[in-house]
């Protein structure tokens, strides 16, 4: 049973088309987050959402949509793809404990090449 | 920025227990340490974490050292699958409730025969 999975896992595109990337976690948890991690393997978190609300959003071009249909599912929408787009993309969840939230979980990445 | 520093690269002989540093001299007192690990291609794994006592699970113990200033990962019989990068990280899970980890370059552990 796969806890957080995302599809596709690798994605081929041309510049200035637009892609989406889909996560969903079975874990129950309220807490869904997207990260990226570039060609020098840095992870930077980029959105994260708690019961379908966007709570951050660490200064990512507007290019970039994440949207949450259900607390489930954390989709990431991507206009006009650039070169610099090329990267992993880590979809993780997390509880929300006590008012704050626990341990992240990762999907496998989908590794997205812009050419 | 990440608030923790780390060796770039360790090596381990397998069998033998990996000792992972990390230093965290500006850790507040609400602030837990967090250890994930990255097996290459594969996302991030979670491994433990503490606030100040010294914890154990299945994967590893966690030594935090009484002035909380540093900290160190013990993976107690090291084997080839447990090479990856380590990312020890500090964070209040409760400031803001945003969640985020901020990840520095970790300490890549080759593992050898």
């Known amino acids: 049973d796969t806890a957080v999975s995302q599809t596709p896992k690798y994605l081929v595109t041309q510049m200035g088309n637009d892609k989406s990337i889909k996560c969903e976690q079975n874990?129950?948890?309220?807490?869904m987050y997207w990260y990226k991690q570039d060609s020098k393997k840095f992870l930077k978190i980029m959105f994260s959402y708690n019961n379908k609300e966007l709570i951050i959003n660490e200064t990512v071009p507007n290019r970039f949509s994440p949207k949450s249909p259900d607390k489930a599912h954390l989709n990431l929408h991507i206009n006009s793809l650039e070169l610099g787009d090329s990267a992993v993309y880590f979809c993780?969840?997390?509880?929300?404990?006590?008012?704050?939230?626990?341990?992240?979980?990762f999907g496998p990445g989908t590794r997205l090449t812009v050419l | 920025d990440a608030k923790t520093t780390q060796p770039t690269s360790m090596d381990c002989a397998e069998g033998r227990a990996a000792n992972l540093p990390c230093n965290h001299s500006t850790i507040s007192g609400n602030e837990y340490v967090y250890w994930y690990r990255q097996i290459h291609s594969q996302g991030p794994q979670y491994i433990i974490h503490?606030?100040?006592n010294n914890e154990t699970n299945e994967m590893a113990s966690l030594i935090i050292t009484e002035d909380r200033k540093s900290s160190t990962l013990i993976l107690p019989h090291a084997t080839l699958r447990d090479t990856a990068v380590y990312y020890c990280i500090v964070r209040n899970p409760y400031s803001g409730n945003t969640g985020k980890l901020i990840f520095g370059q970790g300490t890549t552990l080759q593992v050898k025969p």
């Open positions: 874990l129950g948890h309220d807490t």
């Open positions: 503490g606030l100040k």
């Open positions: 993780a969840s997390s509880p929300w404990t006590s008012g704050g939230t626990d341990t992240q979980y």
